[in-house]
């Protein structure tokens, strides 16, 4: 493992992220490369962490993860393509290849970056996991538990949605943060992006500027891909409405949403929940698009009671 301090961060900023910036390179089938950082007890279950649009695997509260150690599971952080230290695609939204509607064409898939992430586990060793992903990542997780369902000891599909266009959408204050491209060539600016971002979809009050600028310098220094997060938002767009698949996810299903999200409106977690048999949803009121340290009280138990049935 790389020395943490190897880009020059702040030990302050270090403190709000969850691992160190550089981790472990791990090679991908199609000849791409992800960071991993794997970190808890060496003989305890592995839960899997999907992040979400635009989101480093540095991203996730360090306390949210510790308070899983604690629990006795491992965990396995990676970033997604298009992000971080994961691998850089080409193409501007304007010359991608289009679809037949005119959109264009993401050069990747949500199933592959579920692939990404079963190809991790497989490079670790590891052949059976719980999956949380969170907004984006819980659509790939879905992915993952439709994929590999042998390999999926429960899933945790976290502010995310179906992909029907009915349901899940966004506030009209929230529609610009999918859509915005974030500043990729000054500190400053981007740090500014990312702080106003968390006031726009975050839960109000419950989260200081400081942490969220801190993510955001290790964020920057880790790398920001101007067109990354474009991309990924067209592999979304692209994978359509997978409710009548989610019919066949048989792991253990928990649907965690707020119900004061205004990028992914609660109506997400609730076609989510209907759509995959059996699966327990848990709203949480006054909790926005975010994981804020302030919400864990209310966000952690209904998560460890569901891994812990699952076990």
């Not at 929940?273 to 949803?281: H, N, T, V």
């Amino acid at each position: 493992m790389t020395d943490r301090t190897d880009l020059g961060l702040d030990e302050r900023d270090l403190a709000h992220v969850a691992g160190p910036p550089v981790g472990d390179a791990v090679p991908l089938s199609d000849g791409a490369t992800t960071d991993v950082h794997v970190s808890g007890p060496e003989d305890g279950e592995v839960v899997l962490f999907v992040p979400g649009l635009g989101q480093q695997r540095t991203a996730w509260p360090p306390e949210v993860l510790a308070a899983l150690h604690e629990a006795g599971y491992r965990t396995v952080c990676a970033d997604n393509r298009d992000v971080g230290r994961g691998h850089v695609h080409e193409g501007t939204p304007f010359d991608l290849p289009r679809e037949e509607d005119g959109w264009p064409r993401s050069p990747y898939t949500l199933a592959r970056m579920a692939l990404d992430h079963l190809e991790v586990l497989d490079h670790l060793g590891i052949d059976r996991a719980h999956v949380l992903g969170v907004s984006m990542g819980g659509m790939i997780a879905q992915h993952v538990a439709l994929a590999a369902p042998e390999r999926v000891t429960s899933l945790v599909s976290v502010m995310s949605t179906t992909g029907a266009r009915d349901v899940g959408g966004p506030t009209e204050r929230a529609k610009p943060a999918l859509t915005s491209v974030p500043p990729h060539g000054d500190l400053d600016a981007y740090v500014t992006y990312q702080v106003e971002l968390q006031r726009i979809i975050g839960t109000p009050g419950a989260e200081d500027d400081e942490r969220a600028a801190a993510r955001a310098r290790v964020g920057f220094t880790r790398g920001v891909h101007e067109w990354g997060s474009a991309r990924q938002l067209l592999a979304i767009r692209g994978d359509g409405d997978r409710t009548a698949a989610l019919a066949a996810i048989s792991a253990p299903t928990l649907v965690l949403h707020g119900e004061d999200d205004p990028l992914i409106d609660v109506s997400g977690g609730h076609a989510t929940a209907a759509a995959i048999p059996g699966a327990q949803l848990v709203t949480i009121p006054g909790w926005g698009h975010d994981l804020p340290v302030a919400y864990l009280d209310r966000l952690l138990p209904p998560v460890l009671d569901h891994l812990g049935a699952a076990r």
